[in-house]
């Protein structure tokens, strides 16, 4: 599930988009709970749409399961939903909902705009506004312990190219952790 969301995050550099399609998640998730109630709690199926839609976008994207096996991304949810079914866990209904909001989602504001040049979900402007626009950057950790070296003044691609010994030069003219 983690995989999905990494997934999500990264194609959607925009943070208002992202913040949209959980907010529309809930509030199907609501409007579902008020006329069909599965769950008293809706956190397992807004995972469930995550995971749904993450692996819609990048099908082919190969999934390892817990490190022994791995498998195309479209064949996730379904086998998240088997898991549960299998060990016979009461939320099965709350994942299947999930899957449904999820594949919802993805019909309106993808298949549908591609397909038809439709567009049925936008992104409020007051999301923009407030969220902004742009390529996500994570934060530098404020503790001191990143993984980048220190800057000495010298960039990287500019600092002067060791002079060359007779010892071994382990690590050498390569790029440090942290820097592209």
């Known amino acids: 599930m983690s995989r999905a969301l990494v997934i999500i995050q990264a194609e959607e550099a925009e943070p208002a988009d992202y ?20 769950a008293p709690f809706y956190s397992g199926s807004l995972i469930a749409m995550i995971m749904y839609i993450g692996c819609k976008r990048d099908p ?9 096996f791995s498998i195309p991304a479209m064949y ?6 088997a898991v549960q079914i299998v060990t016979a866990q009461a939320n099965y209904l709350a ?13 309106l504001a993808e298949a549908v705009p591609s397909v038809h040049g439709k567009t049925y979900l936008v992104t409020p402007d007051f999301l923009i506004s407030k969220l902004g626009i742009g390529e996500y950057t994570p934060p530098r950790p404020s503790n001191g312990m990143d993984a980048a070296a ?5 960039n990287a691609r500019n600092a002067p190219a060791p002079a060359p010994t007779s010892r071994h030069t382990w690590g050498s003219g390569g790029q440090a952790l942290g820097r592209s």
């Open 76 to 81: 996730v949810p379904m086998l998240f939903l």
């Open 19 to 38: 913040v949209f399609m959980l907010l529309f998640g809930a509030l199907v998730n609501i409007v579902i709970g008020a006329i069909y109630p599965i």
């Open 150 to 154: 220190p800057n000495r003044g010298l």
């Open 95 to 107: 994942t299947i909902q999930g899957f449904m909001i999820g594949h919802l989602y993805y019909f």
């Open 60 to 68: 082919t994207n190969m999934v390892s399961i817990m490190g022994y």
